[in-house]
């Protein structure tokens, strides 16, 4: 079974240019997370997809940051323009059900510099 | 959400077994404890998850005393491959509101040393 993917792996973008960040959850998975870890912060939530929809997104810091599942596959998250505080690593998730713990699936992240 | 308090690092030999503790005094009564274990450069992934007692798999142990307010993770014989960061997680399970957001303190440094 193949496990959450996510592209690109490494990210490095001036300030005020835009990324979008891909992730492609495991097939037949309805919950697809993400998460960051700015620099030297903890790992936190932005948003959780039930299929297409947002079920909650009180994670996403800001207006800059937009995430869309269309078709309820594969999810990306752009960010418009990018600051240097966005520097990181983005993570995304995927579950079967929205249970916690141990159904979230992680894939290996995207990192992000942004000089 | 219960706040988890864990050392930051850790060092062990090969062969040895290592017990990492997590303090969770504010656990409420239908909280879970997970591990997660983090390799660089990669995403965290499930180890471990119990409510109370003792729970084992392939993998590692979980011991939970009685009043719930800590666990110990508990890793058989280390090898340089468990080199990793180990992270303690204390929510609900099931789906409900805000069940689904896993929070993630700072973790445990494991290093693995021959």
């Known amino acids: 079974e193949a496990g959450v993917t996510q592209f690109p792996s490494h990210s490095v973008i001036e300030k005020g240019q835009t990324v979008t960040l891909r992730c492609d959850p495991i097939?037949?998975?309805?919950?697809l997370y993400w998460y960051r870890r700015v620099m030297g912060k903890e790992i936190k939530f932005l948003l959780h997809f039930v299929k297409e929809s947002k079920q909650d997104e009180s994670g996403m810091p800001n207006n800059r940051f937009l995430a869309e599942r269309t078709g309820g596959t594969y999810s990306t998250l752009k960010v418009q323009p990018a600051e240097l505080e966005d520097s990181g690593v983005y993570f995304c998730a995927s579950s079967q059900d929205p249970s916690f713990g141990r159904s979230q699936y992680f894939g290996p992240g995207t990192r992000l510099l942004v000089l | 959400l219960a706040k988890t308090t864990q050392p930051i690092s850790m060092d062990s030999y090969e062969g040895q077994e290592v017990n990492i503790t997590c303090s969770h005094n504010n656990i409420a009564t239908n909280d879970y404890i997970t591990w997660y274990q983090q390799f660089p450069s990669q995403g965290p992934r499930f180890i471990i998850q119990?409510?109370?007692t003792k729970v084992t798999n392939e993998v590692a142990s979980l011991f939970i005393p009685a009043d719930r307010k800590s666990s110990t993770l508990s890793l058989p014989r280390v090898s340089l491959s468990d080199t990793a960061v180990y992270y303690c997680l204390v929510g609900p399970e099931g789906s409900g509101a805000g069940s689904y957001q896993l929070t993630f303190g700072k973790g445990t440094k494991l290093s693995v040393i021959p």
């Open positions: 119990g409510y109370k």
């Open positions: 097939s037949g998975h309805d919950n």
